[in-house]
């Protein structure tokens, strides 16, 4: 079977069982600060089995795209020398939300994996492992399944602490977990390799094809295991490793969807396919990549997009291993869509923008290995000894992307050698500080659980009747909010917007008899809505009927923003291209800022062109729309969805202008276009590489704005005795007479610091027959210095010069050597010593060099250092 029969097949089965199937996630893990990346079909789930979230289905089907390149979870150096390791995988699991359990889960798992009109594996090749004290595992597989006991395997705590097995599952520290039971595939005697649990468990004859996870407890802070009320299953099958098993191989690398990669990557590098390490390097990090840029991460140097750098990079180098010219990776991304474009569309989609961002960033590379190289040959002449230090080694792989086999390469020629000792300690103090900056600490039994959820009303009002049912303080459930305290309250029903979709949550009060809630924020927890604050007047109780007042103005200037939003977004793709991506955005009631893929900055006319269409559509004043429709229904309609939102089956389709823009929302929104009045952009810029942003603002504020700077050309006119007329004429006067006086000043300069030069260079002293001269001249720039020393140098003939200054409240320095004396006595040497001791840098070439610092006090101590330097230095 190919790996895409596979893939139908897998969900096809569990639909036949009642499960309901579910799209893949994004690789950029909703609403979880846990996660680097999704690395794990339950991911996209997690708040159903923390039972914060209630969907229309307890069984549910999916095939997850993961990635495992950084964080906790990183399989990167391993890619491409193992069989088995990938940055990006399929995980095909199945689900049960409080609805069948163990046994239901083993049987579903062994009749898809034996049964002959699903995978048919030959059963005596399966072997199975349950936790050592999960007795009802182990009977279910024994007793109804059949499995022999002598391929039945217990695994008990073997990680160093309680439940800290390869077969008990945690979710973190706290939370759900439970026992665990894999089914395990011999490929057979000729592999080297023994069973899970033996000595030789890492070899590659018995591998694991499925895990079964049961979620029974939850484990609170004291290491205590609670029974969950509603147990729930959680399983996962590798699909490039079933393919291998029913495609006879015994390598990921074999199956059919790495052999149309592996045979693109050679092609796109001009070698031949012969399956190297290097090759499989670059055909598997060809899908990381591409399914990331897709999700929409970019390149950057932090997060997860110095990860994604990293992976980019690293293909580069196998690449040019194996004789690659110029850029080529990016030239490998139609094969892929090919192969997994179907089961994934927004590989096709995004196929444009995918190749763009890998071909830049290979450029990109090329020239930091360049820099890198540069880098090299100066600590290299600089090297006492015959070892490269360690940290010398890891700051040219970590800040140059400099791989270190190749400044291996370069100092072998040298008869150097590499300290890789410190290397490697280098590279695990970069791994500890990344596994402290995973927020993987999260103590689940903290978060705020709420059975029923809050009924929103606010999209037709702003106030409202509702009764308290929930209170916490500090995180844990209370009965009363005590006057002067915060904390947060739970209606059964509310007006106030819970923040999300990059609308800020509402602000108000609730008012209950005589007591007050002033509501300060209101977030969104799974279906229920937290409104934050402080009990401002009297104690509020649980039970207690209030009216909800929602800050109505706020919430109106704050909606108007947001249907702005999405005008831009649709007027950016039509002006810059389909490429254009939301990567978040902030919306509140003074303003509206947007993030959003692209990789240069906007020219003045594109501003113009973007505000032109958006208050076109404006002044057309056509109604805002909203539909409430099925997911696949709203795809249908090419609704867009918004960047790091999840969504339910059950969609909100907001449409405007028409067909101008339609998006997935369930935001606040005005009534109509006309609603929003104008408006104006005051910002562009760049805020990570390929992503832009864009601020504005609307209606009263975009007014005061124009306001603003109309009061400011008032003050400009003033200030050249013009007016709006004729200001940009008296400017350019202004700055044309500016020009000449700048230029007759630097001409006095000139003339001065000849005739300074001519009173100098008498002052020069003779040093072992070489003429010194150190000066101060203050008030002179780096450019008046510089002319100096040359004409120094001419008058000298045979010198060593160091003029400083204080300028503008800085030190500058200039040094200056004559050619015959560069072999021994270096301007830039001079400079080092003189900037260092002024509290700043300076360097350059042996003949001239600049510097300067910020410590005028030790000037003249810096000058003095000239005729030491030179006395050493002959």
């Known amino acids: 079977m190919k790996s895409a029969e596979i893939r139908e097949a897998f969900l096809r089965f569990f639909?036949?069982?009642?499960h309901t199937r579910v799209a893949s996630s994004s690789l950029i893990p909703g609403?979880?600060?846990?996660?680097?990346?999704?690395?794990?079909?339950?991911?996209?789930?997690?708040?159903?089995?923390?039972?914060?979230?209630?969907?229309?289905?307890?069984?549910?089907?999916?095939?997850?795209?993961?990635?495992?390149?950084?964080?906790?979870?990183?399989?990167?150096?391993?890619?491409?020398?193992?069989?088995?390791?990938?940055?990006?995988?399929?995980m095909l699991g199945n689900f049960s939300f409080g609805d069948y359990f163990k046994r239901d889960a083993i049987t579903y798992a062994w009749t898809f994996l034996t049964s002959d009109k699903w995978l048919n594996l030959p059963k005596e090749k399966l072997w199975v492992t349950v936790y050592a004290s999960d007795d009802e595992a182990y009977d279910l597989w024994t007793k109804e399944i059949g499995v022999p006991a002598e391929r039945m395997v217990r695994i008990g705590d073997n990680k160093g602490a309680p439940y800290a097995s390869d077969n008990f599952w945690t979710m973190g520290d706290t939370g759900p977990c439970g026992p665990c039971t894999e089914i395990f595939y011999d490929h057979g005697a000729d592999i080297w390799g023994g069973p899970p649990g033996s000595p030789e468990e890492d070899g590659d004859r018995y591998i694991e094809i499925w895990n079964n996870v049961f979620m029974q407890f939850n484990r609170t802070a004291d290491g205590v295991l609670h029974p969950l009320p509603a147990p729930s299953v959680d399983t996962g099958m590798g699909l490039e490793r079933v393919s291998a098993v029913l495609q006879h191989v015994h390598s990921n690398y074999e199956i059919d969807l790495f052999q149309s990669l592996l045979s693109a990557s050679a092609a796109a590098i001009g070698c031949v396919n012969e399956e190297q390490p290097s090759l499989k390097v670059v055909a598997d990090h060809i899908r990381s990549t591409g399914f990331l840029i897709a999700d929409g991460v970019l390149p950057s140097n932090e997060g997860r997009g110095y990860v994604l750098r990293r992976i980019i990079r690293r293909a580069c180098r196998h690449g040019n291993k194996l004789g690659a010219k110029g850029s080529f990776f990016y030239q490998i991304v139609a094969a892929l869509v090919v192969e997994m474009g179907e089961a994934f569309p927004e590989l096709k989609s995004q196929q444009t923008h995918i190749e763009r961002v890998l071909k830049a960033e290979e450029?990109?590379?090329?020239?930091?290995?360049?820099?890198?190289?540069?880098?090299?040959?100066?600590?290299?002449?600089?090297?006492?000894?015959?070892?490269?230090?360690?940290?010398?080694?890891?700051?040219?792989?970590?800040?140059?992307?400099?791989?270190?086999?190749?400044?291996?390469?370069?100092?072998?020629?040298?008869?150097?050698?590499?300290?890789?000792?410190?290397?490697?300690?280098?590279?695990?103090?970069?791994?500890?500080?990344?596994?402290?900056?995973?927020?993987?600490?999260?103590?689940?039994?903290?978060?705020?659980?709420?059975?029923?959820?809050?009924?929103?009303?606010?999209?037709e009002n702003t106030h409202g009747n509702a009764?308290?049912?929930?209170?916490?303080?500090?995180?844990?459930?209370?009965?009363?909010?005590?006057?002067?305290?915060e904390g947060v309250v739970i209606l059964d029903q509310t007006p106030f917007y819970g923040e999300s979709g990059g609308q800020v949550g509402d602000r108000g009060y609730l008012l209950a008899g005589g007591s007050r809630f002033d509501v300060r924020d209101t977030t969104k927890t799974a279906g229920a809505f937290l409104h934050h604050g402080v009990a401002a007047l009297s104690d509020l109780h649980v039970g207690n009927d209030v009216t909800a007042h929602v800050d109505a103005s706020k919430q109106k200037a704050t909606a108007l923003n947001h249907s702005a939003t999405h005008l831009l977004h649709a007027a950016l793709r039509q002006v810059l291209g389909d490429h254009v991506q939301q990567k978040g955005s902030l919306v509140d009631s003074q303003r509206l800022r947007f993030d959003f893929s692209h990789f240069e900055s906007i020219k003045p006319e594109q501003i113009k062109a973007l505000e032109d269409i958006v208050n076109d559509e404006i002044r057309k004043n056509t109604p805002v729309q909203t539909e409430e429709m099925a997911i696949d229904e709203a795809r249908q309609k090419g609704a867009m969805a918004l960047f790091g939102e999840k969504y339910g089956d059950q969609v909100r389709v907001l449409t405007m202008g028409g067909d101008f823009s339609v998006e997935l929302c369930g935001g606040?929104?005005?009534?109509?276009?006309?609603?929003?009045?104008?408006?104006k952009i005051t910002s562009e810029g760049g805020v990570a590489s390929g992503v832009r942003r864009i601020e504005a603002v609307t209606g009263a504020n975009a007014l005061a704005y124009l306001n603003a700077g109309e009061e400011q050309l008032k003050e400009a006119a003033q200030l050249v005795k013009g007016s709006r007329d004729n200001l940009i004429d008296k400017l350019s006067a202004v700055l044309e007479r500016n020009r000449l006086l700048e230029k007759q000043l630097e001409q006095l300069q000139a003339k001065a610091a000849s005739a300074a030069g001519d009173d100098l260079s008498g002052a020069a002293v003779e040093v072992k027959g070489v003429k010194v001269l150190a000066s101060r001249l203050d008030g002179v720039d780096g450019k008046g210095l510089l002319a100096l020393v040359d004409q120094l140098k001419n008058k000298l003939g045979n010198g060593v010069i160091l003029l400083g200054g204080v300028h503008e409240d800085k030190v500058v320095l200039v040094a200056g050597v004559t050619k015959e004396l560069t072999a021994r006595l270096k301007a830039g040497d001079l400079m080092k010593k003189a900037a260092a001791a002024v509290g700043g840098k300076g360097g350059g070439r042996p003949d001239m060099a600049q510097g300067g610092g910020v410590d005028a006090g030790a000037l003249d101590a810096a000058l003095a250092l000239t005729v030491p330097f030179v006395e050493q230095g002959l």
């Open 31 to 90: 609403n979880d600060p846990t996660l680097l990346f999704t690395n794990a079909g339950m991911n996209q789930f997690k708040d159903c089995f923390l039972g914060q979230e209630k969907r229309a289905y307890t069984r549910a089907v999916s095939s997850q795209k993961c990635v495992r390149a950084g964080g906790k979870h990183n399989d990167l150096e391993n890619v491409g020398y193992t069989a088995r390791h990938h940055t990006f995988f399929e």
């Open 467 to 485: 009764k308290v049912i929930a209170l916490y303080k500090e995180g844990a459930a209370v009965q009363v909010l005590k006057e002067g305290e």
């Open 15 to 18: 639909e036949e069982q009642g």
């Open 668 to 679: 606040i929104h005005a009534k109509r276009t006309g609603d929003i009045g104008l408006l």
């Open 363 to 459: 450029e990109q590379f090329a020239k930091t290995l360049e820099q890198g190289l540069k880098i090299l040959e100066q600590d290299l002449a600089e090297l006492k000894g015959t070892v490269v230090p360690g940290d010398v080694v890891f700051k040219l792989y970590d800040t140059y992307g400099f791989p270190m086999d190749l400044t291996g390469d370069i100092a072998r020629e040298r008869g150097l050698t590499l300290d890789e000792v410190g290397f490697e300690r280098e590279m695990d103090a970069q791994r500890e500080r990344a596994r402290s900056a995973s927020s993987f600490g999260l103590d689940y039994n903290s978060l705020i659980k709420v059975d029923e959820p809050t009924v929103f009303s606010g999209y």
